[in-house]
């Protein structure tokens, strides 16, 4: 039997159809307003499923930081390099005849070419990600 609170905050949320609280909510506020609830984005998602089925050996944090410095999580920030990595056309070329993953717009596929080659070369070498592999 549900708790009567929960029945009735999960009714008015669906009947609402939006992810604000109603007067009956109370108790959910101090959930609704905490910044670390708010699910990640697809695309931060997608990568680390992608660069965890490719056996990642980096911490998450590191290669998120790493992420964070290279494309700012933008699929396709632009400039001559590839999606979220910033990974040289030629690299990618490399890493996805290898792995057979070959869409770099494709959150998934990069998340598992990073894992990829990042198993491959040393980090802050000019074959990985020298600018950004600092943390490491």
Do not use: K
């Amino acid at each position: 039997m549900p708790v009567p609170e929960v029945a009735a905050a999960e009714d008015s949320w669906e009947r609402n159809g939006s992810t604000s609280l109603g007067a009956g909510d109370a108790f959910l506020a101090p959930i609704a307003t905490l910044p670390y609830v708010t699910a990640p984005t697809d695309t931060y998602t997608q990568f680390f499923d992608g660069y965890r089925d490719g056996d990642g050996s980096y911490s998450e944090e590191l290669v998120e930081a790493m992420i964070w410095c290279e494309s700012s999580w933008s699929l396709d920030p632009g400039g001559a390099h590839l999606g979220l990595s910033q990974f040289d056309p030629g690299t990618w070329a490399t890493v996805s005849a290898i792995t057979g993953y070959t869409d770099w717009r494709d959150a998934f596929s990069q998340g598992y070419n990073t894992a990829t080659w990042a198993s491959m070369v040393d980090p802050g070498s000019r074959s990985g990600w020298p600018s950004c592999w600092w943390a490491w």
